[in-house]
């Protein structure tokens, strides 16, 4: 199982959109989860972002996602718009004790970080065979 949760993430979004980007809490990021087959997915928006700047790591069960956008401008040029956000960008998933954080693939592709996290073997469903007596026991009807 998956759990999200970041209380201030919509205080951080209306701060932003009042302020601007200069905020003390680090900046949230879009994501889209969902489970397909034995895999969770997690995707996360990271447009513009170098794959250098870009860290993982999970300790019990705790996915940290932390990334940095840098501004594009050269030291000292006079900014005419700035409405791309810059900074560090995280995000922090609870993990369910059935995925397996010991497998857990991550690619970098069109601005888009994916998480392929798998089912841990002993959460996949599984049929159990019953057994008992000599002769296989018949109904009547």
């Known amino acids: 199982m998956l759990m999200r949760t970041d209380p201030f993430r919509e205080l951080d979004r209306l701060t932003q959109q009042v302020f601007g980007n200069a905020t003390a809490r680090p900046s949230a990021m879009a994501m889209d989860a969902y489970r397909s087959g034995d895999d969770f997915l997690v995707h996360f928006d990271l447009p513009g972002i170098d794959p250098e700047t870009i860290e993982l790591d999970v300790e019990r069960n705790v996915l940290n996602v932390r990334a940095e956008r840098r501004s ?5 040029a006079e900014p005419l718009v700035g409405e791309r956000p810059t900074g560090t960008f995280t995000r922090q998933l609870f993990l369910g004790d059935t995925l397996d954080t010991e497998r857990i693939d991550a690619s970098y592709e069109a601005g888009v970080l994916t998480l392929r996290i798998p089912v841990a073997e002993q959460a996949k469903p599984r049929r159990i065979q019953i057994s008992g007596g000599d002769t296989p ?3 009547s009807g």
């Not at 594009?72 to 000292?76: I, K, L, V, Y």
């Open 72 to 76: 594009p401008a050269p030291e000292g």
């Open 137 to 139: 026991k018949q109904l």
